[in-house]
């Protein structure tokens, strides 16, 4: 079989998106959303949460698959199969969390198999249920939609000593499926009750970056302009050169730095990327600096 090789094109991405958070954290709200921003023509919901999708109706029309026990992952491979053929292009799948440990999901499937099969050795019984489960994410990363995917999280905390004393402190949220799951999405943003702000475990846009914001309409708008190929967040300009000898300059502990210092300004204005100008600038602020540092030994690296 000849193999081809096509240039790389972000349009030709769909989004794989994951939000995590406790219940109450606003993950199916977020998702609607995310989903109203992307422009999606067509939305459904695959709803394991008994219909919580349905009261959200005035975020954006959308259809709903009500899934019911057992979680199987074969049964929300058939859901986003039913989405596809009635034309989604956008596919939440609230949430997945069922599939691993709701009811007759896979720790439950594990048990089971481990009971009938392998005399309750349940490592045997993993061998059986992983390509099942593979399976599942496998139907999200190959799906023809965008895929906006909830979990429910739990804070995981430990004990600590501290000062004497034994406190406990929180480690982050994990999300209530199978180990590594995160890894399979673009992005994933874990929610808090709080003003349901949102902070990126994984963010490969780069649109995430800073402070914690809420989930919004202009979130899903971002995230479509970037797979649209538009530009993810800019990196900060890198400061001017001379800029930051000059700080290096002004933050010099010793002579012994400044001597540095001095040599680095040398050696950069004979690659010409210091004009003979801005060198002697340079070096009359290091003969300025000598009198407010240390005249002793060298000690900065």
Known sequence: MTLTIRQAKRS??????????PSGSGKTYGALLVAKGLGA???VVIDT???????????ADFGVIDLAPPFTPERYVEAITAAEQAGADCIIVDSISHEWNGKGGCL???????RAK???????????????HRGFIDAMLRSSA????????????????EGGRKKVVKLGMKAETREGVEYEFTVCLDLIHDGHYATASKDRTGLFAGDPKPITVDTGKRLADWLSGGAAV???????????ISGRIGTAKNVGELGRIGDRIDALTSEGQLTEEQAEELRARIGRRHDAVEPAADTVN
Do not use: M
């Open 234 to 244: 800019a990196k900060p300009a890198e400061e001017p050169l001379f800029e930051r």
């Open 146 to 161: 965008h895929i906006i995917a909830t979990g429910r999280s739990k804070t995981e905390t430990a004990q600590v000593e």
């Open 12 to 21: 030709a991405t769909k989004l794989r998106l994951f939000l995590t958070g």
């Open 41 to 43: 023509k067509s939305i």
């Open 118 to 132: 392998y005399r309750g050795n349940t490592w045997s019984a993993y061998s059986e249920i992983t390509p099942r």
């Open 108 to 114: 439950e499937l594990v048990d089971d198999i481990a």
């Open 49 to 59: 949460e008994q219909g919580s999708s349905d009261l959200y109706d005035s975020i």
